[in-house]
């Protein structure tokens, strides 16, 4: 039976650590019509756990997951994706993908090709900006026009800790800075022509603590990317595009002000979690609905994949300190938006 067609969609979920729970849960408290059936993790008492929070059963291997469900969604670490998305998809399964799509454009452009062998649009990967309301708003604002020609769009990513472990700019820049590289794109709706970065880091061990990119953009834009970590504060996202007749940013979500002793103050979000927990639910909730309508929705392979050859060039770019161009091949109109 078509999956449109099914009362219920059965999910299965490959990784069960930090997000692979936050979108098991979210699934199984609000999304309407969806089941949870079955997790996977290569922790077995971890699958278990929240397996056991939520009715589902533990599946041992990702083969036998995407065996028995509809949707995967595929929450395990980043070297995993690529292989276990061209399972799901070679299964007939729709995909929610995390990001990054994979770890190279090479594996990248693998999961795509998968899915133009299948002809329809089967996964979405978890650039889960595009679903955070102030994102949108600027990006329909420049659609319309309201902004006139874009001139600079600015995606602000700031960390609150220092990472655990030691960083090297490379997996912060595929890792972390890859969800502000789909920012730019999806902002500006231009394309990446080359790139120029710079890094601060750790003298101690080589982590990078910061990471400052400029792309030249195909429509004259550029983009400019600041990424750190250890602000000390709280994790802050910000976007904002300058154009010709207006600029339009994202405001803090937290709402409130305390004014008191002299001071005004906001409350920070302490990371992601908090920050993005409705958007993780929206984009949940638009690839259930996109499953149901047949029209996808979020990040396309093809856009996990260019963020994959952008995420490259930006690597390069910091390990030579010159201007990287970026090649990227003609899309396929298959993945037109
Ligand atoms: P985590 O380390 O908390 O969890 C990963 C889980 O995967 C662990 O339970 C581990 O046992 C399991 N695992 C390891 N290898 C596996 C394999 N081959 N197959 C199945 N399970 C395996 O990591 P976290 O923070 O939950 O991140 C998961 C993914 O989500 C990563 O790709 C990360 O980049 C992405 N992420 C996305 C965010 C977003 O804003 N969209 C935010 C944070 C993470």
């Known amino acids: 039976m078509n999956v449109s067609e099914q009362q219920v969609i059965k999910v299965g979920v490959i990784g069960c650590g930090m997000m692979g729970e936050v979108h098991a849960r979210t699934l199984h408290d609000s999304v309407r019509d969806v089941a949870v059936t079955c997790v996977h993790d290569a922790d077995v008492s971890r699958a278990g756990e929240v397996a056991a929070s939520i009715g589902a059963r533990v599946s041992t291997t990702p083969e036998e997951l995407v065996g028995e469900v509809d949707a995967v969604v595929i929450a395990s670490p980043d070297g995993a994706h690529a292989t276990q998305a061209v399972l799901a998809l070679a299964h007939g399964c729709f995909v929610m993908c995390e990001k990054p799509l994979a770890t190279t454009a090479a594996e990248a452009l693998a999961v795509v090709d998968a899915e133009l062998a299948i002809g329809q649009r089967r996964l979405q990967v978890g650039l889960m900006r595009e679903f955070d309301p ?27 800790r220092p990472w655990l472990y030691p960083m090297p700019a490379e997996r912060a ?76 940013a994202t405001t803090d979500p937290a709402s409130t002000t305390l004014w008191r002793e002299g001071r005004a103050e ?72």
């Open 173 to 248: 820049i595929t890792q972390s800075m890859i969800h502000d590289i789909h920012s730019v794109r999806f902002l500006s709706g231009a394309e990446v022509l080359d790139v120029d970065v710079d890094t601060v880091v750790e003298p101690a061990n080589g982590s990078v603590r910061y990471v400052s990119a400029r792309l030249r953009m195909s429509d004259g834009s550029i983009g400019i990317i600041d990424l750190s970590v250890g602000t000390g504060y709280g994790y802050r996202v910000d976007a904002e595009v300058v154009g010709t007749i207006a600029t339009m």
């Open 134 to 160: 102030g994102h949108a708003a600027i990006a329909a604002a420049v659609r319309s026009g309201e902004l006139g020609d874009t001139v600079v769009t600015r995606s602000t990513h700031l960390n609150p």
């Open 266 to 337: 906001q409350v920070v979000p302490d990371n992601w979690p908090e920050r993005f927990a409705t958007t993780y639910r929206d984009e949940l909730v638009a690839w259930i609905d996109s499953l149901r309508n047949g029209v996808s929705v979020g990040a396309t392979a093809w856009d996990g994949y260019v963020a994959n050859l952008v995420a490259e060039a930006c690597v390069a770019s910091a390990e030579t300190r010159l201007r990287v161009e970026v090649s990227i091949p003609e899309r396929p109109s298959f993945y037109d938006r």
